[in-house]
Structures are given as structure tokens and as C-alpha cells.
């Protein structure tokens, strides 16, 4: 049971406490439901294709030299000295 049988919300979860077992409440009306059995819900999982990596550079090189072209000079900052 997912759903408040009395107003359709989405029940929560009351963790075990002292006297009262782990049990499922509705938020908005006073429905409480305590779970006797294990709850177990299998979904199956669908296998999807591994993409390639083929068309990956393969090495730092390679990588360099696909890599897109830009307009301008490229702009070095000069480094910060400590102390100003």
C-alpha cells in the first residue's frame, strides 16, 4: 500500500520507536497502518548500450589539436608577487 486508503496522499514512513513498530501514516488524516512483513519492491533495470569511445583522443596530444580554434593572442597575467 502506497496511498491513504481514507484521502489518497502518499503515506511516510514512522520509524520503530519504544513501544510502537515501523509504520506507515498518512500526513494529513489520522490513518496509521504497522507493517508486519518485510516490505520488498523489485523493479527490473533495463540495459542500455555502452557509448563508444572510439571517436575519444586517445592521448593529451590529440586532444590539443581537436580542440576548438579561437580569434586573438592569448593574454598572459603576469604573476602576483607576495607582499603587494
Keep these: 500500500m502506497d496511498f491513504c486508503p481514507a484521502c489518497g496522499?502518499?503515506?511516510q514512513i514512522?520509524?520503530?520507536t519504544g513501544g510502537h513498530r515501523l509504520r506507515l501514516f498518512c500526513p494529513t488524516c489520522p490513518y496509521v497502518c504497522p507493517i508486519k512483513n518485510k516490505i520488498v519492491k523489485k523493479a527490473r533495470?533495463?540495459?542500455r548500450e555502452v557509448?563508444?569511445?572510439e571517436s575519444?583522443?586517445?592521448t593529451e596530444g590529440?586532444?590539443?589539436q581537436s580542440?576548438?580554434?579561437t580569434e586573438g593572442e592569448a593574454k598572459?597575467?603576469?604573476?602576483?608577487?607576495e607582499g603587494t
Design 51 to 53: 557509448e563508444s569511445t
Design 76 to 81: 598572459q597575467s603576469a604573476p602576483k608577487s
Design 67 to 69: 580542440a576548438p580554434k
Design 62 to 64: 590529440e586532444a590539443k
Design 9 to 11: 496522499m502518499l503515506l
Design 56 to 58: 575519444a583522443p586517445k
Design 45 to 47: 533495470l533495463a540495459k
Design 14 to 16: 514512522q520509524p520503530a
